[in-house]
């Protein structure tokens, strides 16, 4: 995550994708890039699945290749030769390849972008806190009409929870007498 109190963009040389979500969304986000940066800008694509998304030329990285610890710093030993400067990363709300999604983007030395679910993408900066933390606040459920019923939860949780302990206990403590009740009869 570095250039993250930055809002200075590196040279862009390669672009690693982090797809972590429909290929759809990948496949939307490719020609833009291709638009902004010109065609001769090389993509890595870290994906689970197979085949390659349309328009997609470049190095790819399959994490079903790359199992358990000794896998994962095999993948980071490959990514760490090429040096991408910027990474992207499909955040919409489908748990595909969360775990990988979140170790890259916390290892990785690049400037990361988000890729939400309508193909629009924005810097995870600084510099767009607001944006970050509305983005966070829909994927949590606080935002529109969602979000009184999921505060009320969130108030009344300790209280439910120490309502169930008490009753348990309560209910063993019973148990407990009547059984030395009926051992002393």
């Known amino acids: 995550m570095r250039y993250f109190f930055r809002r200075h963009l590196p040279p862009v040389t390669r672009i690693l994708l982090i797809e972590s979500g429909s290929r759809s969304l990948l ?5 833009s890039l291709k638009s902004i940066y010109g065609d001769q800008v090389e993509l890595g694509l870290v994906t689970c699945y197979a085949g390659l998304p349309a ?10 290749e ?10 980071w030993a490959d990514l760490q030769k090429l040096d991408y400067p910027i990474a992207g ?36 900066d600084w510099g767009h806190w607001r944006l970050i933390l509305q983005f966070a606040l829909y ?16 108030v009344l949780f300790p209280l439910t929870l120490t309502y169930l302990v008490l009753y348990a206990g309560w209910v063993h403590f019973r148990r407990k007498i009547r059984r030395l009740s009926a051992k002393g009869a």
């Open 27 to 31: 496949e939307k986000v490719i020609p």
């Open 55 to 64: 328009g997609f030329e470049g190095q790819v990285y399959r994490v079903t």
């Open 66 to 75: 790359y199992g358990g610890a000794p896998g994962r710093n095999a993948l």
């Open 89 to 124: 990363m499909i955040c919409a709300a489908e748990p595909i390849m969360t775990k990988w999604k979140w170790w890259l983007g916390a290892k990785l030395p690049s400037k990361l972008f988000v890729i939400n679910e309508n193909g629009d993408y924005f810097w995870l």
């Open 139 to 154: 994927r949590a459920g606080l935002t529109g009409s969602a979000a009184v019923p999921a505060l009320v939860r969130l």
